[in-house]
T-cell receptor
Framework: GAGVSQSPSNKVTEKGKDVELRCDPISGHTALYWYRQSLGQGLEFLIYFQGNSAPDKSGLPSDRFSAERTGGSVSTLTIQRTQQEDSAVYLC???????????FGQGTRLTVV | QKEVEQNSGPLSVPEGAIASLNCTYSDRVSQSFFWYRQYSGKSPELIMSIYSNGDKEDGRFTAQLNKASQYVSLLIRDSQPSDSATYLCAVKETGGFKTIFGAGTRLFVKA
């Protein structure tokens, strides 16, 4: 696609429910990143995928968070048993292998009530 | 813990002035550096990338990199009210692809 696409744009969920956030990167981009941004804060790295290599999961805050990337394209970030502190904007970005600038999607605003 | 530090601001400058945004990083061998602009409620958008020591100019924007001092800056000349946003400094780890972001500096340009 022309840009990084994320869905849904907004998600309100009840505490304890599971949620799935989707990211469709720019066509041809082999690198994909997930970040989290709480209100008024900077970007917190969550996970990075590069081609067929094992993902860098070092930023995932707990075992309730997981992500997968199918076929080297679309990625899904799953948060199990959501907590109120999970409320944030979840941003996905992609970049070309060997080219390091990352381009962001519009984000998913998650609210846990 | 590798870190990217920015003054949170807010930085307030009058229209037409030069805005200077600064960033320091802890990973001495980082190779790639970026400045992103983020308007309120929007996603970050890339403004500049810089990989070598010295200055890189693009229109009203100049990025400056000093690897010895582990310092990168962004100058905005002839600042406009539309430049009012949060500016995020980002550093890519050497040997990997994880990009670490600073917390951002809020810039206000007064008309």
């Amino acid at each position: 696609g022309a840009g990084v696409s994320q869905s849904p744009s907004n998600k309100v969920t009840e505490k304890g429910k599971d949620v799935e956030l989707r990211c469709d990167p720019i066509s041809g981009h082999t690198a994909l990143y997930w970040y989290r941004q709480s209100l008024g804060q900077g970007l917190e790295f969550l996970i990075y995928f590069q081609g067929n290599s094992a993902p860098d999961k070092s930023g995932l805050p707990s075992d309730r968070f997981s992500a997968e990337r199918t076929g080297g394209s679309v990625s899904t970030l799953t948060i199990q048993r959501t907590q109120q502190e999970d409320s944030a904007v979840y941003l996905c970005a992609s970049s070309l292998q060997g080219v390091t600038e990352a381009f962001f999607g519009q984000g998913t605003r998650l609210t846990v009530v | 813990q590798k870190e990217v530090e920015q003054n949170s601001g807010p930085l307030s400058v009058p229209e037409g002035a030069i805005a200077s945004l600064n960033c320091t990083y802890s990973d001495r061998v980082s190779q790639s550096f970026f400045w992103y602009r983020q308007y309120s409620g929007k996603s970050p958008e890339l403004i500049m990338s810089i990989y070598s020591n010295g200055d890189k100019e693009d229109g009203r924007f100049t990025a400056q990199l000093n690897k010895a001092s582990q310092y990168v800056s962004l100058l905005i000349r002839d600042s406009q009210p539309s430049d009012s946003a949060t500016y995020l400094c980002a550093v890519k780890e050497t040997g990997g692809f994880k990009t670490i972001f600073g917390a951002g500096t809020r810039l206000f340009v007064k008309a």
